[in-house]
């Protein structure tokens, strides 16, 4: 609920501080007293278009906070967290606007856009009346406030979960055709693809080694001299061989050995392994040396696949590595063009059923929805008569949508309409009159406010054209509605004022420059059969009037 008000430099504001409390808080005051200022003043809090013309004379920059005591369960704090800003109670919503048409907006000294301070305010009040209006006067609040009412909620949350189950399966019902769609397109590529890919066998790496052995082979004819001047020297030089030279090293160590007796066997050893080791060399030599037998046909042979394959690799650009993957990818997007008929006609099934049951769902709640709006406009109509409203009706108008536009909401639109005066039947927010609008709202709100989550509402000209029972009967749903919620209304009603809670006086006082500044006095039990006896008298108050005051302060809060 709003606990405090803080004023400054608004038109005729220099500075003000409020405190406000629960239950019903009544603003008085004459024509002009400056009672339209202070609503105002908490629009631009609430996020309202800001207006230089509301600065005060004199001055660069008006400034208005607007103090707010929340229960911890106030879904405004899930979306302030939502948003990443630091919260606490109270909730201090400030704006500032300057003289070059400038705007700040605050949530607890951080801050915030504009459009978030609007959004923060729909949250925390409803202004009712000519100046502002918000929730019930936006259609699409209707069908959530008939749901609130009729305590629809399980039904709701069915109807969603099938709606979404179903949108998500008809997702992928298109996600299939889609794919299966393109598969089709690319077929003939693909069945070409894979065919050639197959015949021809990439593998990871064949790039680097075919690249190695085509070097090879081009230096063929050096490659081969240099391997068989190795081999003569090695195994049948002209000269000493290197194993006849190890033989015969080996022959004088034995010798020396026998005449030591071993003491040299294990260079002998080493010898037999260098020797082992040399007639391993030779052999590869000889086989090194085979290995180029052909060496034109094999190159030209090498060479064919070589550039093949990196035609290939170019063909689908890609790198010569990436073929055999490639190749399972297009055999993995034929094998889904095969099955995906059946998977397309499986998922095809599957999303007709959720279809049905969402059908199903969004059937049950329309009927409940029309059970609850029957007994919302019977409620309604009933509070019309004492509300001068004897000749209007109220009526919950369900229209059936197509399955086209269906929502997770089912397929109903709820519009609250109205006739007055035997008038066609409209939306309750086409209404011209601003005391009408303000008595349908109030009758509503005295049968919707505890199913809804605003904390303070506000009233303006609610009043208007009324007087006696019917003020008296304003009066008593004000009240009313303030069980349930803080109201805050702005009256010309004696009748309507008697049922304040609080009762606060707006009016004029010379400033301390011989300027006039609007104030707001809190008024106590005495001040307040005054101001009422002034507002049932005029500027003489009599005796009569104190008198019939008093009544009425007995007679409305007891």
Not at 89 to 96: H, T, W, Y
Not at 306 to 316: D, G, I, N, P
Not at 384 to 399: D, Q, S, Y
Not at 524 to 541: C, F, P, Q, Y
Request: charge should be negative; glycine fraction near 6%; proline fraction near 3%.
């Amino acid at each position: 609920m709003l606990t405090g008000l803080s004023i400054r430099n608004v038109v005729l504001i220099e500075k003000l501080d409020l405190t406000f409390e629960k239950g019903l808080c009544v603003f008085t005051g004459e024509t002009g007293a400056g009672k339209s200022i202070l609503l105002d003043a908490l629009s631009l809090a609430l996020g309202a278009r800001s207006d230089t013309g509301l600065i005060r004379y004199g001055t660069d920059q008006l400034s208005v906070s607007a103090e707010f005591l929340l229960e911890e369960k106030n879904p405004l704090f899930s979306l302030l967290k939502e948003q990443g800003l630091e919260y606490e109670n109270p909730i201090i919503l400030r704006r500032i606007v300057m003289k070059d048409g400038k705007s700040k907006a605050y949530v607890n000294d951080q801050p915030i856009s504009v459009s978030l301070l609007r959004q923060i305010g729909d949250m925390l009040v409803e202004i009712h009346g000519q100046f502002a209006s918000h929730g019930l006067l936006n259609p699409a609040t209707h069908i959530h406030v008939l749901d609130a009412y009729g305590e629809l909620q399980d039904q709701v949350n069915s109807c969603s979960n099938a709606y979404r189950s179903w949108k998500e399966k008809q997702a992928a019902v298109q996600e299939a055709e889609k794919i299966l769609a393109n598969a089709k397109a690319e077929e003939e590529y693909l069945r070409h693809a894979v065919k050639e890919l197959e015949a021809f066998n990439p593998e990871v790496g064949e790039e680097e080694s075919l690249s190695i052995r085509r070097t090879a082979l081009m230096n063929a004819e050096k490659i081969t001299e240099s391997l068989n001047n190795a081999y003569m020297t090695l195994s049948s030089g002209a000269g000493t061989t290197v194993e006849s030279m190890l033989r015969s090293a080996q022959r004088e160590l034995e010798k020396a050995s026998r005449l030591s007796e071993g003491h040299f066997d294990s260079l002998i050893s080493q010898i037999d392994q260098l020797s082992d080791s040399l007639n391993e060399v030779v052999e590869k030599l000889e086989l090194f040396s085979n290995d180029f037998e052909d060496p034109a046909l094999e190159l030209e042979q090498i060479e064919e696949r070589y550039f093949s394959l990196k035609e290939l690799a170019r063909k689908h650009r890609c790198e010569c590595d990436d073929l055999p993957q490639l190749l399972k990818t297009f055999q993995s997007q034929l094998s889904t063009l095969d099955k995906g008929e059946e998977e397309l006609i499986s998922l095809q099934h599957q999303a007709e059923e959720m279809r049905l049951l969402f059908l199903k769902e969004a059937g049950l709640l329309s009927t409940k929805r029309h059970e609850a709006a029957d007994k919302l406009d019977q409620a309604v109509g009933m509070e019309l008569p004492a509300l001068k409203l004897n000749k209007a009706h109220f009526k919950t108008v369900i229209e059936s949508l197509p399955e086209s536009q269906a929502s997770a909401m089912g397929l109903d639109n709820v519009t609250f309409c109205v006739s007055t005066n035997a008038a066609p039947a409209a939306p309750i927010h086409k209404i011209a009159s601003g005391g009408e609008l303000a008595r349908f709202m109030l009758a509503l709100k005295v049968n919707l406010a505890q199913t809804e989550n605003i904390s303070t509402m506000i009233f303006d000209e609610v009043d208007s054209g009324i007087g006696g029972a019917t003020a008296s009967a304003v009066g008593e749903r004000l009240h009313r509605l303030a069980e349930d919620c803080q109201v805050l209304v702005v009256t010309h009603s004696p009748q309507v004022a008697a049922y304040g809670t609080h009762h606060m006086r707006v009016s004029k006082i010379d400033g301390a420059n011989g300027n006039i500044l609007t104030t707001v006095t809190p008024l106590d039990k005495e001040a307040r059969t005054e101001e009422i006896a002034r507002m049932l008298s005029g500027s003489e108050i009599t005796p009569a009037a104190r008198k019939a005051a008093e009544t009425l302060l007995e007679k409305s809060c007891p």
